[in-house]
């Protein structure tokens, strides 16, 4: 896929996808022959994890932690001890995602108690 492809599928802007790329989080896997970005769903996948990381507050460091430990799951010749290794930083980073989104859900009901409020005075 093109990186526009890309983005319209991701909902990222081509703009943070080549930041990505300069960053080395999600590599393209190829270029075409014109010299443009060609990515595979695997590429895409890893963008969708940078894209699910972002509102839970996490940093650009912490998601190429997150990407490598995924890396070294999905790799079956990876040996057992970083295979250990990596799913105890996917453990820590699930209980800091699981505290977000339980930060966001008491975000979610103070606003929606708010658009109540709000209905109710509007007329």
Do not use: N, W
Not at 115 to 120: G, P, V
């Amino acid at each position: 896929m093109q990186i526009g492809q890309v983005a319209a599928r991701t909902e990222l802007s081509i703009k943070t996808i080549r930041h990505y790329d300069e960053l080395g989080l999600v590599t393209p896997s190829a270029r075409s022959a014109g010299g443009f970005r060609l990515y595979t769903e695997e590429d895409v996948q890893r963008l969708l994890v940078i894209r699910r990381m972002k509102p839970l507050g996490f940093t650009l460091e912490e998601m190429r932690e997150v990407l490598d430990a995924l890396d070294v799951i999905a790799d079956s010749d990876a040996a057992r001890k970083s295979v250990v290794a990596a799913r105890a930083v996917l453990a820590v980073f699930h209980e800091r995602a699981e505290d977000s989104c339980a930060r966001l859900r008491i975000q979610l009901a103070y606003a929606e108690e708010l658009t109540s409020i709000l209905k109710t005075h509007a007329g």
